[in-house]
């Protein structure tokens, strides 16, 4: 059985989520705190992977001290790959934040790593390489939607009118899946058709 811990991170509230199952993790957006992430993931497990639903700076401070200490590879989208590798492009009220390392692109629509299938969904809109990435009945949807909300598009590569095609497509998905949220609570497909304003 699946399980998900929840770590909330730095000056943004950033959700990071480790997803273990039979003795396997993924580490999905480290926004930052990587000795805190590394203290929720017992010994015995074997972290397959750094995921993040997309390149913007809340999401991925703590991805190179993991990287260095797990020596995991790091998945994220080719379009969001300029995000991470340009501080300029990616900053905001002072803060910022880049990858040293290579990035491995996802496979659509499924990426295997080791004993993870994920299900990987393109939802451009926060930014141009903003994914789903989905596990059994779990969406982590990083900033793409929250409860009550949606993620905003006024930042670089982000884009008006793709997210209302991506939030469109939403709708179609099949409404028992779970919503690990980038930032604020967790909530269910289920709940948000039916109170999200952006889903009605």
């Known amino acids: 059985m699946a399980e998900v811990k929840q770590i909330v991170v730095g000056t943004y509230q950033t959700n990071c ?5 039979n003795g396997h993790a993924i580490i ?3 926004g930052k705190k990587e000795e805190r992430i590394i203290a929720n993931i017992p010994s015995d497990i074997t972290v ?11 999401h991925i401070q703590a991805v190179d001290k993991l990287h260095e200490y797990y020596h995991c590879p790091i998945y994220l989208d080719t379009d969001d790959e300029v995000l991470v ?5 990616n900053q905001m009220d002072g803060y910022n934040g880049s990858i040293a390392y290579d990035t491995h ?8 790593i080791n004993n993870f299938e994920l ?25 793409v939607i929250f409860k009550g909300s949606v993620g905003r598009t006024d930042l670089y590569l982000g884009n ?20 690990y949220p980038g930032h604020g609570e967790i909530t269910t497909l289920a709940d948000e058709l039916k109170y999200n304003y952006y889903l009605l």
Do not use: R, W
């Open 119 to 143: 299900e990987i969904i393109k939802a451009s809109g926060h930014t141009e390489g903003s994914c789903l990435i989905l596990y059994q009945n779990m969406m982590f949807a990083g900033d």
């Open 48 to 58: 397959d992977a750094i995921c993040l639903t997309h390149g913007h700076f809340d």
């Open 28 to 30: 999905i957006d480290p």
């Open 17 to 21: 989520y480790i997803l273990i199952d």
């Open 85 to 89: 590798k340009h501080c300029k492009y």
């Open 160 to 179: 008006e009118s793709k997210m209302k095609q991506s939030l469109k497509m939403i709708k179609t998905l099949d409404p028992n899946y779970v919503i």
């Open 105 to 112: 692109p996802y496979d659509f629509p499924v990426t295997k």
